[in-house]
């Protein structure tokens, strides 16, 4: 059996857009899963968009910053968006601090921001 | 069995991640995992101080009524009719919790609360899982010291940058981080040590001028440290290891 670690993370599907909420510490391998499966749905359902959830990330380093800028950039070599929700103040203000890019995903407030920028980019 | 663990697990899940939770847990030691009958009214003091402070800082929206719910869990599956015996030989259940030992001689009744600064902590970091854990351990300690929230958050961030480094390049190493204090401030020195292979000079000053990326991000790493920190030093040597040490400063 596999423990809650090794769990795949969900990837929910919502008006056309897929949805991953990031909740358990993302790694290597875990990283290249999740963007695997997101590839392959985004070119099975003609998916226009991927929305990545942190609210729950109280932490997000270099590391984690170029794993969600691998995604991105492998979203959008298909075609489709790729937003970053939810990102605490906090870990805004530390990413500044830092320096680090993230240029290959755009930022909204909310999930629903989110829907509504996809929707309208189309 | 019902357990700390299991009870106030149930309790928090949905209002606080499982990487916190696991962290909550691993600081509550022994008494996580014990089960309930067994506990004492000290050791539910203790473990609802470290609950209270946890959940201030992780959920703090909801904090009050977790709170209460942590307390009533405690009081109703703890101590049934609330004769647990103060006195009881449950020491043992201290035993791998040094933090928790070094107070066990405060009266029954009285929330076990460290001292001000308290002392050193060396973090082992062996495995990828050690990252989330020293993250988790560094953010509780600058919080507990009294350094702002944003602040906190970027020793987190710092202390989980050098934790990688120390897996991903030398295989093991420790952190400490010591806590100081005097007159003017409040200090979080933070030293990252490891045996591993060090880097070459001429490497060292590649990944400061930003002309040097690894495959799994190292360069990045250290200059995000370098710039979140109010000081910082790196001594390393081809095949001697290296050794990391900054501070993050906060006022009074």
Redesign the interface.
Known sequence: MKTRDEQELPIISVRGCLLVSIQTELHDRLALELRSALMERVRLEAIRGVILDVSWVEVIDSYITRILNDIGKSVRFMGADCYMVGIRPAVAMTLVEMGVELDAVSTALSLDAALEKIELAR | MRTVESEIGAILAGSI????QRSIFRRLGGMARAPLQHLTTQDRHAIQTELESSVRL?APAKSAQLIASCARALALLGAPGGTADPAAPAAGLFASNPAAASTGGAAPGTPVRSPAMGGDKRLAIDS?KD??SA?LEA?AEAVRIGLS??TS??V??AV??LA?NIVFYAGRGTIELRPRQDARETRLEIVAADQGAGIAPEKLDAIFAGTYRSE??MG??L??VQ??VDEFQIDTRPGRGTRVSCVFRGAR
Do not use: C, M
């Open positions: 991640s499982e990487i916190t992780f990828e990252i989330a993250r953010w929230k944003f958050v970027k987190a961030t989980s940058e990688r799994r991000g990045k790493g200059v995000a710039k979140l």
